[in-house]
């Protein structure tokens, strides 16, 4: 008999020469869009928003790929709301990826990596239930509700 295989999950930076292979992930997690009420983006407005992305000095942006398969994207932004804070605005895996602790390992490279924050703090968009049990899981707690359709959840590291 056989041993497990455990496959690599790693995160790299986006460029803006992603553009075509995120709106491609986009397009295989139409679940997601269709809980904050929108269509997955256009392949040019995805250009555009990593293009921005470049321009923020406190964003970053990272494909995740399980071996040479991308499976989601990780999104967050550094001294926000407030100088010792760090928030996380998007954690999506793939559809057909998800329930494979994909997004903890991911979440666990984060908070492995990420330095000079007090705070995380984790944006919900939608009526997203699976995505606040997932972090109140992870030990973030809900902070407030920013109207119907956002969620604020936070983790002291």
Known sequence: MGGMRTLNLSLRPVLPED???LHQLFLRSPG???????EPPALED???????LEKDERRRAFLLFLEEEAVGYLDYKLHYPEPEDAT???????????GQGLGRRALEHLLHH???AERLY????????????FFQAQGFRHVKD?????SWYVREL
Do not use: C, H, W
Not at 33 to 38: S, V, Y
Not at 46 to 52: F, G, H, S, Y
Not at 122 to 133: E, F, H, Q, S, W
């Open 146 to 150: 920013g109207g119907p359709t956002l």
């Open 122 to 133: 984790a944006v919900v968009y939608g009526n997203n239930a699976r995505a606040k049990a």
């Open 32 to 38: 997601y869009f269709a809980l904050i009420g929108m």
């Open 46 to 52: 995805v250009a555009r928003d990593l293009a921005t």
């Open 88 to 98: 996380l605005s998007l954690l999506l895996i793939r559809e057909d990826r998800q």
């Open 114 to 116: 990420l330095t000079g």
């Open 19 to 21: 553009a075509s292979l």
